[in-house]
């Protein structure tokens, strides 16, 4: 059922369907709160928060966009807040600082440091369009609309991050074919 | 080995850049999943929000029919007085003076009956206190301030002219 049908459920008091949205929406949500807080329970709390506050928008929601479009700027206003409040990371350098970590098993995965290394000189909006449009699947119209950015401007970081991913040394043999 | 050039007037496709795409993914991918305390929590909350919603929306339903009555009621109240306004209104113009009974009413004999007339009587009952019984225009066997006003009626009358 699609994301609309399931809402003009919702929006009559089907409890089933906002619940069916929730699952399949909750891992997106989750990665997404985790990317920006750099912490799983600062996470889960972002998860329930943004649920609530979808909650509190039936009935009488209207999608005008996709859903992702809709929740991202939720998942991050609230993130920020959550961030704030405890004091936590100021940027999402911070994930990226862990990602570089070695892992729980005290084995560094090389490409996965490199990567992470390498996304942290990318200025803050490059990086946040290129996970965007990598890691959330988002369309360049979706993300546009997400972050209230004029689609040519999406397109220009977007480019601007992979020629710099293309001509770092860590990164370039993703470029290769 | 070439390199990959980006085409940027068209959306760029994630699949044209797998191994990143995918590194990417495995980067950013959570360690853990949902607990399921998580899960009933929100499980809770939507069933909850949902129950307050239709206890809302029956409350909503009830008052929405109470008004519904008071307001029909109130409707039924003012087209019933409106209706009895209505009467009396057409009573007062079957009041008002026929054409033949205030011709008597051209106090100044100038021919036609006009606010003049009425201010003639009304000085006339103003100075003498009395005047002609011929003058008594509503016919209640007293010439006073009610004559006058007949006089003024017929006077601002729109089929006057006929006089």
Known sequence: MEDRELIQLANTGDPDAFEALYYRYRDWIYRLAWRFTGNQQDALDVLQETFVYLLGKFPGFELTASMTTFLYPAVKHISTAIRAKRGRFTSDNGVLDELTAPTLEGQTDRNRSELATALTILPGEQREILLMRFVDDMSLQEIAAALNTPIGTVKSRLHRALHTLRYDRRTRDYFLE | ?163
């Open chain 2, 1 to 163: 080995m070439t390199e990959r050039m980006e085409q940027f007037d068209e959306d760029l496709d994630p699949g044209e850049y797998s191994k990143l795409s995918a590194d990417l993914r495995a980067l950013f991918k959570t360690l853990r999943s949902v607990p399921p305390e998580v899960d009933r929590a929100v499980y809770d909350r939507i069933h909850r929000h949902f129950a307050g919603v239709k206890s809302s929306q029956g409350k909503y339903r009830r008052f929405r029919w109470a008004a519904l009555w008071k307001v029909a009621a109130a409707a039924a109240v003012v087209i019933f007085a409106f209706s009895l306004d209505l009467t009396k209104r057409s009573e007062r113009v079957t009041q008002r003076p026929a054409l033949a009974e205030i011709q008597a009413a051209d106090i100044d004999l100038n021919g036609r009956v006009d606010i003049l007339d009425a201010f003639t009587l009304a000085r006339q009952i103003e100075k003498t206190g009395h005047v002609e019984s011929r003058w008594d225009m509503n016919g209640d066997g007293l010439v006073d301030r009610r004559d006058v006003d007949t006089v003024a009626l017929a006077a601002v009358r729109l089929d006057k002219g006929v006089l």
